[in-house]
C-alpha cells in the first residue's frame, strides 16, 4: 500500500517562507491533497495538484510535484502566526478510493 | 452551504461497550468515508460508503461497522470497545462524478474509551 512520509517538526520566523516536504510510494495516485488541521480540529483542505502537473499556485501556496521521485512540497509564502498548525499531505489513489496520511508535520511561526 | 457535520463532539466510553457516531455529508456530496486518528498520528482510512453500501475498507476489524442512509448521512458503530480505540473519529464527504473526488472533512468526534 500507499506510503507517506514527512518531517515531523519545522519553524519558521513571521513574514519568512515555509516549505513543508512529502514523499509518497504509490505512483498511481492520481491526485495529491495538502490538508491542515489547528488543534481539536477536523482536516481544513488547503489545494491539491493533479499528478500530471508540476506546479500549482493559489494565493500564498505554492505547490511542487516531482513525479519521478515521488516528492511533493508546499511552499507558504509570507507565514503567518495563524498558519501554525499540523500540515498532511495526502496522496488519493482512485482505485483504492482513499486518502493515505503520514503523521504530518507541525508548522510553528515565530514573532 | 453547510459543510461536513458530526456527533456527537465528544464522547466517553467504558471498555467492552458500543459506540455510534453520526455524520452528516455536505450539501450535494453523496459519499461518505471514515477515518481514525490516534493521537499524533495520521489519520488512518476505515471504510468508505456510496450508495447505501461499503464499497471499501482499510485494516479495520469487523468490530467497525457502518451503515448510509437515503439522505447520504452515515453512522460508524465500534462493538467491545478497546482502550486502543481512543481516537477522533473524522467523517469525510465527496461526491461520484466530479473529476477530483476531494474529501471534505467535518470537525471530528472525540471518543475515549476508560
Known amino acids: 500500500g500507499e506510503d507517506v512520509e514527512q518531517s515531523l517538526f519545522l519553524s519558521v520566523r513571521e513574514g519568512d517562507s515555509s516549505v513543508i516536504n512529502c514523499t509518497y510510494t504509490?505512483?498511481?495516485?492520481?491526485?495529491l491533497y495538502w490538508y491542515k488541521q489547528e488543534p481539536g480540529a477536523g482536516l481544513q483542505l488547503l489545494t491539491y495538484?493533479?499528478?500530471?502537473?508540476d506546479m500549482k499556485q493559489d494565493q500564498r501556496l505554492t505547490v511542487l510535484l516531482n513525479k519521478k521521485d515521488k516528492h511533493l512540497s508546499l511552499r507558504i509564502a509570507d507565514t503567518q502566526t495563524g498558519d501554525s498548525a499540523i500540515y498532511f499531505c495526502?496522496?488519493?489513489?482512485?482505485?483504492?478510493?482513499?486518502?493515505?496520511f503520514g503523521s504530518g508535520t507541525q508548522l510553528t511561526v515565530l514573532p | 452551504d453547510a459543510g461536513v457535520t458530526q456527533s456527537p463532539t465528544h464522547l466517553i466510553k467504558t471498555r467492552g461497550q458500543q459506540v455510534t457516531l453520526r455524520c452528516s455529508p455536505k450539501?450535494?456530496?453523496?459519499?461518505v468515508s471514515w477515518y481514525q486518528q490516534a493521537l499524533g498520528q495520521g489519520p488512518q482510512f476505515i471504510f468508505q460508503?456510496?450508495?447505501?453500501?461499503?464499497?471499501q475498507r482499510g485494516n479495520f476489524p469487523d468490530r467497525f461497522s457502518g451503515h448510509q442512509f437515503p439522505n447520504y448521512s452515515s453512522e460508524l458503530n465500534v462493538n467491545a470497545l478497546l482502550l486502543g480505540d481512543s481516537a477522533l473519529y473524522l467523517c469525510?464527504?465527496?461526491?461520484?462524478?466530479?473529476?477530483?473526488?476531494?474529501?471534505?472533512f467535518g470537525p471530528g468526534t472525540r471518543l475515549t474509551v476508560l
Open positions: 469525510a464527504s465527496s461526491r461520484q462524478g466530479r473529476s477530483t473526488d476531494t474529501q471534505y
Open positions: 504509490d505512483s498511481s495516485s492520481t491526485y
Open positions: 495538484i493533479f499528478s500530471n502537473m
Open positions: 495526502a496522496p488519493f489513489t482512485r482505485s483504492a478510493r482513499q486518502l493515505t
Open positions: 450539501s450535494g456530496h453523496d459519499t
Open positions: 460508503y456510496y450508495e447505501e453500501e461499503e464499497r
